[in-house]
């Protein structure tokens, strides 16, 4: 099993940033790939991006050159760095896992809170 806790959320006004954090433990040597995810009241999840066990990443259009997500292997952890964030980027951040032998993100944090607004 593999088990992931977030953490980094919070009231940010308009144009500010934050940083999410994702600890990962278990089985962490299964995991071929770590995402975020954000759900917003009344609409769909939706995948924000992602970081390969090879380093390769790749993020949903509306948040390119805003977001990053980075690793550090060392600490088990996968963090998103939000800048000029927009109203339109409120909602429960997730972390999920890919894990070796599985078709999709199998493994979930319980999710933080980012709101903006002025």
């Known amino acids: 099993q593999v088990q992931l806790v977030e953490s980094g959320g919070g009231l940010v006004q308009p144009g500010g940033s934050l940083r999410l954090s994702c600890a990962a433990s278990?089985?962490?040597?299964?995991?071929?790939?770590i995402a975020w995810f954000r759900q917003a009241p009344g609409k769909q999840r939706e995948l924000v991006a992602f970081?390969?066990?090879?380093?390769?990443?790749d993020y949903v259009d509306s948040v390119k050159g805003r977001f990053t997500i980075s690793r550090d292997n060392v600490k088990n952890m996968v963090s998103l760095d939000m800048n000029s964030l927009k109203p339109e980027d409120t909602a429960v951040y997730y972390c999920a896992a890919l894990v070796e032998g599985s078709s999709g993100y199998g493994h979930w944090g319980q999710g933080t809170q980012v709101t903006v607004s002025s």
């Open positions: 278990g089985r962490i040597f299964s995991i071929n790939s």
């Open positions: 970081i390969t066990i090879g380093g390769s990443t």
